[in-house]
């Protein structure tokens, strides 16, 4: 298959909520963007007692276990909203709430060792996913939470959105 574009999505592929995390991707492919976020998060992660993942470093309410299961559920999400939308599903796609999602589950009871191993098959399956694409498919737009955006922008929400909470679980644990 094609390799992802070279280029970084523009104004018009996505809107205002999603540009945050979209800007925080680095210049380059996008592909190995998310294999250099899934080593990263591996190497944070792996790094971690079960205990420690348990701790919440205020002004933060999310414990480190449950970031990274805030960061698996969203995945999940925008890599459906990106499967939608590259196999052309003309249904608008539905916003979800994060706080009620987190309110939902107890990340907390799930050992860090099976939340780490979840992390990981679900981003080796994206990056399948993603490199699998015909050159076409990622310029294809759909609507999700009301809002226009293309799959190769959703690619980029999933290594923004992930670098964006990584980031914090970084100064978290410098400041442990």
């Keep these: 298959m094609p ?5 970084r999505p523009g104004p018009d592929d996505y809107a205002a909520a999603p540009g945050a ?3 925080l991707v680095p210049e380059g492919d996008i592909l190995a963007s998310m294999e250099g976020g899934l ?3 591996l190497a944070t992660y792996r790094g971690l007692a079960d205990a420690a993942a348990l701790a919440v470093h205020a002004p933060y309410t ?15 999400v925008f890599g459906f909203r990106a499967l939608a939308i590259a196999r052309r599903d ?3 796609l539905p916003g ?6 987190m309110r939902s589950v107890d990340f907390d009871a799930i050992p860090l060792a099976g939340l780490v191993d979840e992390y990981e098959h679900l981003r080796r399956s994206h990056l399948a996913f993603f490199r699998h694409l015909p050159s076409e498919a990622w310029t294809r737009a759909g609507v999700a939470n009301d809002e226009r955006i293309t799959v190769l922008a959703l690619a980029y ?6 670098r964006h909470h990584m980031r914090i679980v970084s100064s978290r ?4």
């Design 21 to 23: 995390y979209v800007s």
């Design 96 to 101: 979800f709430d994060e706080n009620a999602y």
């Design 3 to 7: 390799p992802p574009p070279a280029s």
């Design 62 to 76: 999310w414990s480190l276990k449950q970031v990274l299961g805030h960061v698996i559920d969203c995945e999940r």
């Design 39 to 41: 080593a990263s998060t």
């Design 90 to 92: 003309p249904s608008g």
């Design 157 to 162: 929400v999933i290594v923004g959105h992930e």
């Design 173 to 176: 644990l410098a400041r442990a």
